[in-house]
C-alpha cells in the first residue's frame, strides 16, 4: 500500500480506495434475503446466521439481552457506526442477535457478558475476534478499520507528524528506524485494542530529529507536548503493556468517580484502583487533591487513581460498597479489582508521602488487607436460611460435616431483592436435612477471602468433607435450578464419603504387597 493511502486511511471517506488497494473489494448494497434490518444493522438468528457469514466478508455482531441495560446503551452508538460503514461502501456489515431465547449462541460464543461483540473474518465461524472495551460509534469504525486495513498512519514529515499530535486529545506516534519488526508488531497490535486514540509510525530521519529521539521509541503526545517515552526495546516492550500504558491516558491522571466516568475507569486494564474519598466542600479538599495528583503521575499505569465526592447523593452506592462512613473522611481505599481485596491507608491526613509509602507497599505485596465484618446478628442460625458475616462466615462454611450453599448479595440490588424470597424457600426445602445449610451473606458489608468474584448475585458451594474448596454455582437463578443442583452435590458427596469408608476399613488388611493400599489411594 502507498504512503497517500496510509495517510488518508484516518479519513474514512476514502477507506473503500485503501480496502481495494489491500484486495478488499467494495460491497455494493445488497438486501440479504431472509435477514431483515433495523438502523442498518443486520437482526440476526439461528437459521439466518450462517448465511450472514456466508454473504459479508466482515462482520461485527454484538450479542445482547433487551432488558441488560448496558445493551441498550451500546444500541444507539451501534447504529451509528453501521450507518457511517455502509454509506462508506465498505464490505462490512453490523448485526445483532438477542439471545434471550437463543441459548445456542451463548454456549457456541462461551458469552457470559452483555453485551458481547465478535468480529467474525471471512465467514469462520470458529474463531471471531472479540471487541472489548468499544463503546461510541467512532470508536467501531476505528476498531473495525484497523483490523481490516492497516492500523496506523505512517508520518512521512516534520509537518505531518506536528499536525499529527496537534490537537487538544492524545496521540501515539512508533519511532521505528526500520518498518517491520516485532517493535512494530507489537505496536500495531496495541493501536488495534486501542481505537479511542490515533496511533502514527515514522521511519523518517527529520521527525526523528524533530522530536528529539534517537532510538526506537513509543512517545505518547498529550495536546502537541509529549509526556511519556518508552524505548522500545526486545524483550522490554510487550503488548499487554503497551496498551496497558495507552490506555491510562484515555483518562485524566485523577478522575472524578460519576455514571458518565465509571465506564471509561473500568475500560482501563489496569486491576489497581486508589480511591480518595472526600467532600468538595470540605477545607481540605484542594491541597489533599494536589497531593493525590502528584503521586498519580508517579504511579501511572500501576494503578488508577480516582476521587470519590462524598457530598454527591449520586455516590451512594459506591461508598456503601467501599464502606466508608461520614467520620472517616477523607479516606484511602486501594481495591484490587481482580481479587476484590480492599486495602485501607493507615494514616489520617492525605499526604504526599503517606499515599506514595501506602502505594508502594501495596505494589510490593506488603500492605494489610482489610477485612470487614457485621457483628453477628442474634438469632442468625435460627432461620431456614442462616445470616452469616464476616466473623462466622469461615466457622460455617468450612465445616467439614456439612454442605453449605450461599447467596452473596447486595441490599441494594434490585436482582438480590427479587431473589432473596426464592432463596427463602430453597432454606425452607432442605431445612429438616440436617447436614445442609443455606446461608446469605451481605458482600457489601462483610469481606471474606474468594477469589473470583462476580457480580451481583453470585453463589458458592462449600463441599462436605472440605476446609478450603469452594465451588461456584453457575446455573439458573430458579428455585428448582438450585434444588437440583444442591441435590447433585449431596450425592456425590456421599458416593465419595462411602469411597472413603471402604478404603478406611482396608487399612486393618494386610496388603498383598508393601504399599499396595497405600498406592491406590
Known amino acids: 500500500m ?101 441459548k445456542a449462541f451463548q454456549k457456541e460464543f462461551n458469552i457470559q457478558d452483555f453485551p458481547t461483540l465478535k468480529f467474525f473474518v471471512h465467514g469462520d465461524r470458529s474463531n471471531p475476534v472479540e471487541c472489548k472495551g468499544v463503546r461510541t460509534a467512532s470508536a467501531f469504525v476505528t476498531w473495525i478499520r484497523r483490523r481490516i486495513g492497516s492500523c496506523t498512519a505512517y508520518l512521512n514529515s516534520t509537518e505531518q507528524a506536528e499536525a499529527f499530535v496537534e490537537p487538544d486529545g492524545v496521540a ?136 470519590v465526592d462524598t457530598d454527591e447523593s449520586r455516590n451512594g452506592r459506591v461508598i456503601e460498597y467501599f464502606q466508608v462512613i461520614e467520620i472517616e473522611v477523607p479516606a484511602v481505599q486501594i481495591l484490587n479489582l481482580t481479587s476484590d481485596a480492599r486495602y485501607k491507608m493507615p494514616a489520617e491526613r492525605v499526604t504526599v508521602r503517606d499515599l506514595r509509602r501506602f502505594c508502594q507497599s501495596y505494589l510490593e505485596g506488603t500492605a494489610k488487607r482489610h477485612l470487614a465484618s457485621e457483628e453477628i446478628p442474634d438469632g442468625w442460625d435460627q432461620k431456614p436460611v442462616k445470616e452469616l458475616v464476616g466473623k462466622n462466615f469461615d466457622r460455617v462454611v468450612f465445616n467439614k460435616k456439612n454442605h453449605v450453599f450461599v447467596m452473596f448479595y447486595a441490599p441494594w440490588s434490585e436482582a438480590c431483592q427479587k431473589l432473596l424470597p426464592i432463596w427463602d424457600e430453597l432454606g425452607k426445602m432442605f431445612e429438616n436435612r440436617s447436614n445442609v445449610v443455606i446461608a446469605k451473606i451481605d458482600y457489601t458489608a462483610n469481606n471474606a477471602q474468594l477469589l473470583n468474584l462476580e457480580r451481583y448475585p453470585f453463589f458458592r458451594y462449600f463441599p462436605v468433607g472440605s476446609a478450603t474448596r469452594v465451588d461456584p454455582y453457575k446455573g439458573e437463578h430458579s428455585l428448582d435450578a438450585f434444588a437440583e443442583f444442591l441435590e447433585e452435590q449431596i450425592k456425590a458427596g456421599k458416593k465419595l464419603s462411602d469411597k472413603e469408608a471402604r478404603f478406611e476399613n482396608l487399612r486393618g488388611q494386610k496388603p498383598n504387597y508393601p504399599g499396595k493400599i497405600d498406592n491406590h489411594r
Do not use: M
Open 172 to 307: 501515539v506516534i512508533g519511532f521505528f528506524k526500520s518498518p517491520q519488526g516485532w517493535a512494530e508488531e507489537v505496536f500495531c497490535h496495541s493501536a488495534r485494542s486501542t481505537p479511542e486514540l490515533p496511533f502514527g509510525t515514522t521511519t523518517s530521519e527529520e521527525v526523528f530529529a524533530r522530536f528529539g529521539i534517537r532510538e526506537d521509541a513509543v512517545v505518547i503526545f498529550q495536546r502537541g507536548k509529549p509526556v511519556y517515552n518508552q524505548a522500545a526495546e526486545e524483550g522490554r516492550l510487550t503488548h499487554e503493556e503497551l496498551t496497558r500504558l495507552v490506555k491510562t491516558f484515555t483518562v485524566d491522571v485523577v478522575s472524578e468517580y460519576n455514571l458518565e466516568t465509571s465506564l471509561k475507569i473500568f475500560d482501563v486494564p489496569v486491576e489497581n484502583h486508589i480511591l480518595l474519598f472526600i467532600p468538595k466542600s470540605s477545607s481540605v479538599f484542594s491541597k489533599a487533591y494536589e497531593n493525590f495528583k502528584s503521586v498519580a503521575e508517579e504511579f501511572r499505569g500501576k494503578i488508577v487513581f480516582i476521587v
Open 2 to 102: 502507498g504512503t497517500p493511502c496510509l495517510l488518508f486511511l484516518l479519513g474514512f471517506g476514502v477507506l473503500s480506495s485503501c480496502a481495494a488497494a489491500d484486495g478488499i473489494e467494495p460491497a455494493g448494497e445488497k438486501l440479504l434475503p431472509g435477514i431483515e434490518e433495523e438502523d442498518n444493522v443486520l437482526i440476526l438468528e439461528e437459521s439466518n446466521f450462517d448465511r450472514a457469514l456466508e454473504e459479508n466478508r466482515y462482520l461485527l455482531v454484538a450479542f445482547y439481552t433487551a432488558l441488560s441495560g448496558p445493551s441498550q446503551t451500546l444500541a444507539a452508538e451501534f447504529a451509528r457506526a453501521a450507518e457511517e460503514l455502509k454509506s462508506a461502501a465498505t464490505d462490512v456489515r453490523l448485526g445483532k442477535a438477542d439471545v434471550t431465547d437463543q
